[in-house]
């Protein structure tokens, strides 16, 4: 027999011999009070999507298919109302001015905010400056669009008396056919675009220094690894930052509504101005719902197509 003797790890105590630890168990209804604390944090921001969004896009898709106004009760009257949509040359010509302008918006905003992006990433360290981007986005939209619109304003705008002070014609940026929409664009690229830039931002902090590194060391250049790299790994958050874009830009009104309304000749007059005239300008609060529908549908489509190009669900990294 060996005088050799184990030692016991400190601070461990072995169980008794023939008793097992008990488990200890956590307390009846504990899972269901904490169910109930969910469930209360969560009521308000549930009532209010029933109560705000919800209830209003059911009765919406209602009234579509009725003829009504605020002076009598609706009549449902089938698929008229979309019968008449395609015939209508007003909403025609409101699909075409609105995807003018989502184009354009997006086309600029996209890439500026890129651009601040890396920027910001890559020169500005300066938690100031990098806020002060965001600074437009933080301004009322009917602010910023009233600023705008006296700033360039035809007659007293002190952007035009620059203009005509070089010696140059003075240019209806509001006020002519071809100027309007632009202009109401590059408005909203201004106040969004620090927005936009800030998710690109957050999107380029998820990009590993290594991946970097390992194509400097094969030779590739900041040009190169910005389009091979910076720009793939980049694909889901673009993917989310497109939808928002659009999906936004479909529904400009304020900036419409406060400066062109829908002026000059129709040339500015978007989808939501043109919902916005059909029901309360007009009281055809049953042809404006079915309108709210085609451009539901729309949006639906659209986002889903991005998406879907975009391989929103995937990424390099993985």
């Given at each position: 027999?060996?005088?050799?003797?184990?030692?016991?790890?400190?601070?461990?105590i072995?169980?008794?011999?023939?008793?097992?630890?008990?488990?200890?168990?956590?307390r009846?209804?504990s899972?269901?009070?904490?169910?109930?604390?969910?469930?209360?944090?969560i009521?308000?921001?549930?009532?209010?999507?029933l109560?705000?969004?919800?209830?209003?896009?059911?009765?919406?898709?209602?009234f579509?298919?009725t003829?009504?106004?605020?002076?009598?009760?609706?009549?449902?009257i089938?698929?008229?109302?979309?019968?008449?949509?395609?015939?209508?040359?007003?909403?025609?010509?409101?699909?075409?001015?609105t995807?003018?302008?989502v184009?354009?918006?997006?086309?600029?905003?996209?890439?500026?905010?890129?651009?601040?992006?890396?920027?910001?990433?890559?020169?500005?360290?300066?938690?100031?400056?990098?806020g002060?981007?965001?600074?437009?986005f933080?301004?009322?939209?009917?602010?910023?669009?009233?600023?705008?619109f006296?700033?360039?304003?035809?007659?007293?705008?002190i952007?035009?008396?620059?203009?005509?002070?070089?010696?140059?014609?003075?240019?209806?940026?509001?006020?002519?056919?071809?100027?309007?929409?632009?202009?109401?664009?590059?408005?909203n690229?201004?106040r969004?675009?620090?927005y936009?830039?800030?998710?690109?931002?957050?999107?380029?902090?998820?990009?590993p220094?290594?991946?970097?590194?390992?194509?400097?060391?094969?030779?590739?250049?900041?040009?190169?690894?910005?389009w091979?790299?910076?720009?793939?790994?980049?694909?889901?958050i673009?993917?989310?930052?497109?939808?928002?874009?659009?999906?936004?830009?479909?529904?400009v009104?304020?900036?419409?509504?406060?400066?062109?309304?829908?002026?000059?000749?129709?040339?500015?007059?978007?989808?939501?101005?043109?919902?916005?005239?059909?029901?309360?300008?007009?009281?055809?609060?049953?042809?404006?719902?079915?309108?709210?529908?085609i451009?539901?549908?729309?949006?639906?489509?659209?986002?889903?197509?991005?998406?879907?190009?975009?391989?929103?669900?995937?990424s390099?990294?993985?």
């Amino acid at each position: 027999m060996t005088s050799e003797s184990v030692e016991m790890p400190v601070g461990t105590i072995s169980p008794p011999a023939g008793r097992t630890p008990k488990l200890k168990k956590s307390r009846p209804g504990s899972g269901r009070s904490e169910l109930g604390m969910a469930l209360l944090f969560i009521a308000p921001a549930a009532i209010g999507f029933l109560v705000f969004y919800l209830y209003p896009t059911i009765r919406g898709f209602y009234f579509a298919f009725t003829r009504y106004n605020l002076l009598g009760s609706p009549r449902f009257i089938g698929f008229d109302n979309f019968t008449k949509i395609a015939q209508d040359k007003l909403f025609w010509n409101a699909l075409v001015v609105t995807t003018e302008y989502v184009v354009l918006n997006i086309v600029f905003q996209t890439i500026i905010a890129i651009g601040l992006a890396v920027l910001m990433q890559r020169l500005i360290k300066s938690t100031v400056i990098r806020g002060t981007i965001l600074l437009p986005f933080l301004i009322s939209n009917v602010i910023a669009a009233l600023v705008w619109f006296w700033l360039l304003d035809y007659q007293i705008g002190i952007v035009n008396e620059f203009i005509s002070w070089t010696g140059l014609n003075r240019i209806p940026f509001f006020g002519g056919e071809n100027w309007a929409i632009p202009t109401i664009a590059a408005v909203n690229i201004w106040r969004h675009m620090g927005y936009t830039a800030l998710l690109v931002f957050a999107g380029l902090q998820m990009i590993p220094d290594y991946v970097y590194e390992a194509a400097a060391i094969d030779g590739s250049t900041e040009w190169h690894s910005f389009w091979r790299i910076t720009m793939p790994l980049l694909r889901p958050i673009l993917a989310l930052v497109l939808v928002i874009t659009v999906t936004g830009s479909f529904q400009v009104f304020d900036t419409v509504a406060v400066t062109t309304r829908g002026g000059p000749v129709n040339a500015s007059r978007v989808m939501q101005y043109y919902i916005y005239q059909k029901g309360f300008a007009e009281g055809q609060f049953g042809y404006a719902c079915a309108l709210s529908v085609i451009l539901f549908i729309i949006l639906i489509s659209v986002a889903l197509i991005q998406l879907k190009l975009l391989n929103a669900d995937q990424s390099d990294l993985a």
